[in-house]
């Protein structure tokens, strides 16, 4: 069965790590794991020509992009200013965060065949003579390869069931990826809002709750419709639950 899928890669050059910003990044505290996020950035953003984005309509934000690098959101956020401030990405009119250069790292086949095939035969015009001895001289490729099928690959790691996370500030609040992406979709505005306060409702009472997103959604839907009826609150809806009533 032919393969007729598009494949992408990222094509480093050996003197990547040497590169003035790449040096100047690692240098810092964290620097290294900065470098790590900003690798996978790049692999991310191969599926929209540089562009971080979840699909054509929905820019990741720095909480998406903590999501899918599985890093705290402080640290991205400081990674995102620190790669803004090195040219490294650039932020979009529309939201959505440009990693830069990227046109020079990007390159892509039509199939497997013929990627697996061009690589052999740059390998082997590297190959120098064998000497008497039969050891090869050596070698040292020009470029760095790290290959990636990244078709529906930001898809599937969301989708996936991976461990649940944890967030809030009393970090007790459990979301699967799954889950909190969702929640960013539906509730765009206030997911964030949410998330503090069950965090603090949970801290507070001890209370427990058998599905911290089906909580958060309940609670963001009631809210919705007593604002469309007009009705006044008093500050935090009611939260409690009756006797043998499931959480």
């Not at 003197?15 to 470098?35: A, P, R, T």
Request: glycine share 8%; net charge neutral; hydrophobic share 35%.
């Amino acid at each position: 069965m032919s393969d007729n899928r598009k494949y992408y890669y990222l094509k480093l050059k050996e003197s990547y790590f040497d590169e003035d910003s790449i040096v100047l990044l690692e240098s810092m505290q964290d620097g290294v794991l900065y470098s790590n996020i900003l690798l996978k950035l790049y692999l991310k953003s191969l599926k929209h020509g540089g562009r971080l984005q979840l699909d054509e309509n929905i820019p990741y934000t720095a909480q998406m992009i903590a999501t899918i690098t599985r890093q705290q959101i402080g640290t991205v956020e400081r990674a995102l200013q620190i790669f803004l401030k090195l040219g490294l990405v650039e932020l979009l009119d529309g939201g959505a965060y440009y990693m830069s250069n990227i046109e020079l790292l990007i390159g892509q086949s039509s199939t497997e065949g013929e990627r697996k095939r061009a690589a052999r035969q740059k390998n082997r015009a590297l190959l120098p003579s064998r000497t008497n001895g039969g050891h090869l001289s050596d070698i040292r490729p020009p470029e760095i390869e790290i290959e990636l099928e990244i078709e529906k690959e930001i898809e599937r790691e969301l989708k996936k069931g991976q461990p649940a996370r944890t967030y809030g500030r009393y970090q007790n609040v459990l979301l699967t990826e799954a889950e909190l992406a969702d929640l960013q979709a539906e509730f765009p505005t206030v997911w964030e809002k949410y998330v503090e306060k069950l965090s603090a409702y949970m801290e507070s009472t001890g209370r427990k709750y058998k599905s911290h997103a089906a909580t958060i959604r309940r609670w963001a839907s009631e809210d919705s419709q007593k604002a469309a009826s007009g009705t006044k609150g008093g500050g935090l809806p009611d939260y409690t639950y009756k006797e043998g009533e499931s959480l």
